[in-house]
């Protein structure tokens, strides 16, 4: 078991997977942490799809790239001009790519996680995300520590109700994200960010804690 410092700072997007199959036991393994997660009042009101139908992943893509396609790949480009902390332009120049890579190759990446909530007739509320992205963050977390790569994406959620259709999801069920895992072509990496002080403060916003 590797420490559990050295997986959070090194669980990254990864963008570039390669085709090959990851076993079920692992699949399972990840699941298992999704639903050890903390969900509001416990309700675990979530639903897993773990997708390997090339077919179904062909025509979510085509959704994924439309977003992409239709403003977010500008997006991208525009953060050139205002780089996030603790990133370089060669690294964010790299992340534009990796991007563009995923957007392209996403079906083709042997398994998806599709994590869902049952939203019930009244569809989603602010806070319904915050009972379903623990779980997403277990499931990184855990992909990492079994030297399986994955990135959380949301990006399909531009044409949720699509995506959903295709998915076979009943209408008081949304999906929240696709996690797409597989094994990475490159290699872990640290995470970046920038100063842990630039973002703390104490007692009351803008007065530094450290
Ligand atoms: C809410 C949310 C949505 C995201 N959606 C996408 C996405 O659709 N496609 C993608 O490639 N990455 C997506 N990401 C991944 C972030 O871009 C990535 O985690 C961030 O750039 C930090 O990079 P790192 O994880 O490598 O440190 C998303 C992350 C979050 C938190």
Same mark, same amino acid.
């Given at each position: 078991?590797? *420490?559990?410092? *050295?997986?959070?700072?090194?669980t990254?997007?990864?963008?570039?997977?390669?085709? *090959?199959?990851?076993?079920?036991?692992?699949?399972?393994?990840?699941?298992? !942490?999704?639903?050890?997660?903390?969900?509001?009042?416990?309700? %675990?009101?979530? /639903?897993? #799809?773990?997708?390997?139908?090339?077919?179904?992943?062909? %025509?979510?893509?085509?959704?994924? %790239?439309?977003?992409?396609?239709?403003?977010?790949?500008?997006?991208?480009?525009?953060?050139?001009?205002?780089?996030?902390?603790?990133?370089? &332009?060669?690294? #964010?120049? @790299? %992340?534009?790519? =990796?991007?563009?890579? #995923?957007?392209?190759?996403?079906?083709?990446?042997?398994?998806?996680?599709?994590? +869902?909530?049952?939203?019930?007739? &009244?569809?989603?509320?602010?806070?319904? /995300?915050?009972?379903?992205?623990?779980?997403v963050q277990n499931m990184l977390l855990t992909a990492r520590?079994? /030297?399986?790569?994955s990135?959380l994406? +949301?990006?399909?959620?531009?044409?949720?109700?699509? +995506?959903? =259709?295709?998915?076979?999801?009943?209408?008081?069920?949304?999906?929240? !994200?696709?996690l797409?895992?597989?094994?990475?072509?490159?290699?872990?990496?640290?995470? !970046? @960010?920038?100063?842990?002080?630039?973002?703390?403060?104490?007692? &009351?916003?803008?007065?530094?804690?450290?």
């Amino acid at each position: 078991m590797a *420490d559990l410092d *050295d997986i959070i700072f090194s669980t990254r997007a990864m963008r570039r997977l390669k085709p *090959d199959p990851v076993p079920d036991d692992m699949i399972e393994k990840i699941l298992r !942490a999704g639903q050890a997660a903390p969900s509001g009042g416990n309700a %675990q009101n979530w /639903g897993f #799809l773990v997708v390997k139908d090339p077919e179904i992943k062909r %025509q979510v893509q085509v959704y994924y %790239q439309r977003a992409y396609d239709e403003g977010v790949g500008k997006h991208y480009a525009e953060r050139l001009a205002s780089m996030p902390a603790g990133e370089t &332009r060669e690294k #964010l120049e @790299r %992340q534009i790519a =990796a991007v563009h890579h #995923l957007t392209v190759h996403f079906h083709e990446v042997p398994v998806w996680i599709v994590p +869902c909530l049952d939203v019930g007739p &009244r569809g989603p509320l602010g806070m319904s /995300g915050a009972s379903v992205y623990p779980a997403v963050q277990n499931m990184l977390l855990t992909a990492r520590s079994l /030297g399986l790569g994955s990135t959380l994406t +949301c990006r399909h959620m531009m044409f949720g109700k699509e +995506c959903d =259709a295709i998915f076979g999801l009943p209408d008081n069920v949304v999906s929240f !994200a696709i996690l797409p895992v597989g094994w990475p072509e490159g290699k872990f990496g640290p995470v !970046a @960010r920038g100063p842990l002080a630039s973002v703390v403060h104490k007692d &009351r916003w803008g007065t530094p804690y450290f």
